[in-house]
């Protein structure tokens, strides 16, 4: 189902997770940084409504999203750490490079995750154009910020 005919932060909290005593890694690529300012937002204050302690949450930055994979692995690596949300943009520009960079991440955080046996979420907008971005970043299709902290609490849950 496309974004546009649902919002990114709709979700139901039936049977969430308890995850006072988790403890989160938040990459934040500096890409698109009002993009990911806002996905961070999303994704901190889901975390707290949903039990997080906020020093139980842990934000890291990384330069751009092709930087998420390797910045993911030094947290996933950590014991201490039980889930990993990776928040970043990546919009089309003139040439090849966006397809580079999105298949690199998409690849390499999901490998990061089997690695380490723990969730990595792939938290990164991928759009055309800035607008489509803002709309997925606290717009009319809600916040892929949250949508990604939800993730990680129903993988702790599995
Ligand atoms: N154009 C975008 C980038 N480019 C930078 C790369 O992510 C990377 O930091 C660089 O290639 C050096 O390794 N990054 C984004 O996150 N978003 C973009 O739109
Ligand atoms: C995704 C990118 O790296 C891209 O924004 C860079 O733009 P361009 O492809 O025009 O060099």
């Known amino acids: 189902m496309a974004t546009s005919l649902k919002s990114l932060s709709e979700h139901s909290s039936k049977n969430i997770l308890d995850i006072s005593s988790k403890k989160f890694g938040i990459i934040v690529s500096e890409w698109n940084e009002e993009v990911t300012e806002a996905l961070y937002s999303g994704a901190y204050e889901t975390l707290k409504q949903h039990g997080a302690k906020s020093e139980n949450i842990i934000r890291k930055n990384v330069p751009g999203s092709f930087e ?4 993911s692995q030094w947290l996933a690596q950590l014991e201490e750490i039980d ?3 990776c928040l970043g943009c990546v919009i089309q520009g003139e040439t090849k490079h966006f397809d580079f960079i ?3 991440v998409a690849h390499g955080i999901t490998n990061v995750g089997l690695k380490y046996n723990k969730p990595v979420i792939f938290g990164v907008l991928t759009p055309d154009t800035q607008q489509q971005a803002l709309d997925r970043a606290g717009g009319k299709h809600g916040n892929k910020g949250d949508e ?3 993730t990680a609490i129903k993988m702790l849950g599995f």
């Open 68 to 71: 998420l994979t390797l910045a």
């Open 83 to 85: 889930a990993v949300i």
């Open 102 to 104: 999105c298949d690199a």
């Open 148 to 150: 990604a902290a939800i």
